[in-house]
């Protein structure tokens, strides 16, 4: 856990640039994953979010890494 995590309160949503760095992914990637229907979105004028739910259901349902 770093210094910023400790300040900040756990948000119950996040912008798309917020999601991309809790997640790891680009945007192309999450406007893809939201496009596929498999991370769910919602919009708020011109704004997107994504809620800590839907964001830790989809990171809880992507595949396990098979090993070689």
Same mark, same amino acid.
């Given at each position: 856990?770093?210094?910023?995590?400790?300040?900040?309160?756990?948000? &119950?949503?996040?912008?798309?640039?917020? !999601?991309?760095?809790?997640?790891? $992914?680009? =945007?192309?990637?999450?406007?893809?994953?939201?496009?596929? &229907?498999?991370?769910?979105?919602?919009? !708020?004028?011109?704004?997107?979010? $994504?809620? =800590?739910?839907?964001?830790?259901?989809?990171?809880?349902?992507?595949?396990?890494?098979?090993?070689?």
């Amino acid at each position: 856990m770093d210094q910023q995590d400790i300040q900040q309160p756990l948000k &119950g949503v996040f912008s798309i640039n917020e !999601f991309c760095q809790w997640a790891g $992914i680009g =945007r192309t990637a999450t406007y893809a994953e939201i496009k596929a &229907g498999r991370l769910p979105a919602k919009k !708020f004028g011109k704004r997107t979010f $994504i809620i =800590r739910n839907d964001a830790e259901r989809w990171l809880a349902a992507l595949p396990d890494q098979r090993r070689c």
